[in-house]
């Protein structure tokens, strides 16, 4: 099989391109990525020399390019997407962009080339904030920040191309992400990496938003599931193995790492910030999903893989991008703390 992943030098998109080859040896992987500041060579560098491997520098908007990475492959699993909320909030043109003009491009090419499956990779903030009981694949989305719009969005234009032209796509939600390679400007790798550096960790509002963690391995080994068993035109959910909020993930971290309460700083909320998350993954359960990793081991790998991992995360927080960044969202909330 010969299958498209859009943003493999991402997070996800890398560690399932991993997961991939290192259970499927007559596989082929053609990795369509316009390697953005989230998207890193260095996160595929084991598979340099890999014959089983290519990557094609390229934008999932422009037509020309996904009609020759897309050529030949049966499958395609989508999860190029801009996906950060607080840069959403600072400026939504691109997300916009990427995210929605980005799939219709896709799925135009997916339908023109009759691939057998496009897994359309979203996640669990297009159903908006839930403040009990669990989200289910029919319940109305009300995505509150603009990334979870365009998110949302991308999702109706892949459900209207399996309802008006038969396209054979599945599309999965999946709760927040952890693990290796992820980009530190994300929770997790944030303060496990800032907190390397002894600097604090900006914990929004009062801590008590709820979010379900899900090892990037375990949504790998879901995504190779669906893209096997799934029903085309169907919807499945990818929760994590253990909810919680985040004043519970900063004590479990700190305790991982043995740092003092001082680095943690109260700041201000993000706008629109969601309170809760939750998933109802009966769908993806009936499919045969269990987790193999339990949350505790999960979080222990990932911090003890940013202490070894160095040379990975720090070129990436030196850089001028990531200090621009770093400076416009957090400069004027560590400035006014709050108690
Ligand atoms: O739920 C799935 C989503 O999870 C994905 O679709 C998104 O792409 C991904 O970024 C993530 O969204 P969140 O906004 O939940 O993730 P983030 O890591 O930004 O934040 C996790 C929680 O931590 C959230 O409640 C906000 C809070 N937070 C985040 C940052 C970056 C802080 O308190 N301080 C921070 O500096």
Known sequence: MRLLVTGGLGFIGSNFIRHMLSKRRGLRVVNLDARTYAGNPANLADLAGDPRYRWIR?????????????????????????????????????????????????????????????????????????????????????????????????????????????????????????GPYQYPEKALPLMITNWLDGLPFPLYGDGLQVRDWLYVVDHARALELVLEKGKPGEIYNVGGSHGCDNLELVERVRGLMGIPKDLVRRVADRPGHDRRYALDCSKLRALGFRHAYAFSEALEKTVSWYRARQQWWRPLKKGGGYQAYYRKQYSPRLKAEVR
């Open 58 to 178: 390229g934008d999932i908007a422009d037509p020309r390019t996904v009609e020759r990475a897309m050529a030949g492959c049966d499958a395609v699993v989508h999860c190029a997407a801009e996906t950060h909320v607080d840069r959403s909030i600072l400026d939504a043109s691109v997300f916009l962009r990427t995210n929605v003009i980005g799939t219709q491009v896709l799925l135009d090419a997916a339908l023109r080339q009759r691939v057998s499956r496009f897994v359309h990779v979203s996640t669990d903030e297009v159903y908006g904030s839930v403040p009990r009981g669990r989200s289910r694949e029919e319940d109305r989305l009300k995505p509150n920040s603009p990334y979870a719009a365009s998110k949302a969005a991308s999702d109706l234009v892949a459900r209207s191309y399996a309802v008006t032209h038969g396209a054979p796509v599945i599309v999965t939600r999946a709760s927040n992400n952890f």
